[in-house]
């Protein structure tokens, strides 16, 4: 888990996971068990949300990501991100956490894509 330096433009590496298991179960308790350690550390009243995460296309980070930081389900989060993209959002749609794809890997999915239909 890399985070952005508040003061230089670096990214910092704040936690690593390392697992056998890749499910929404186990990524959800390392943040939650993340989310314990910030808490213990800075305040239970001084939880932040980052304003974004960026994840690879795994469908289990992203649930695991927005069970953890924003109580939302996937189908929750899908109807926000349309309200957002046809500009009829809610006032707390902005306040919420927002998962990007890595343009990288989805270039690649594209490409995998590509060459199986030609």
Same mark, same amino acid.
């Given at each position: 888990?890399?985070?952005?330096?508040?003061?230089?433009?670096?990214?910092?590496?704040?936690?690593?996971?390392?697992?056998?298991?890749?499910?929404?179960?186990? &990524?959800?308790?390392?943040?939650?068990? &993340? +989310?314990?350690?910030?808490?213990?550390?800075?305040?239970?009243?001084?939880?932040?949300?980052?304003?974004?995460?960026?994840?690879?296309?795994?469908?289990?980070?992203?649930?695991? &990501?927005?069970?953890?930081?924003?109580?939302?389900?996937?189908?929750?989060?899908?109807?926000?991100?349309? +309200?957002?993209?046809?500009?009829?959002?809610?006032?707390?749609?902005?306040?919420?956490?927002?998962?990007?794809?890595?343009?990288?890997?989805?270039?690649?999915?594209?490409?995998?894509?590509?060459?199986?239909?030609?």
């Amino acid at each position: 888990l890399v985070l952005r330096h508040p003061e230089e433009k670096s990214p910092v590496a704040v936690a690593e996971f390392i697992t056998a298991s890749q499910s929404v179960l186990a &990524f959800s308790y390392f943040l939650e068990s &993340f +989310r314990r350690a910030e808490a213990i550390m800075y305040g239970y009243g001084n939880l932040s949300v980052p304003f974004e995460v960026l994840i690879d296309r795994s469908i289990v980070l992203l649930i695991s &990501f927005l069970k953890v930081f924003n109580n939302e389900s996937l189908s929750s989060y899908l109807h926000r991100c349309f +309200r957002l993209v046809m500009n009829c959002s809610n006032p707390e749609d902005s306040h919420l956490l927002m998962v990007h794809a890595c343009i990288s890997h989805v270039m690649n999915s594209v490409k995998k894509d590509i060459k199986k239909l030609l």
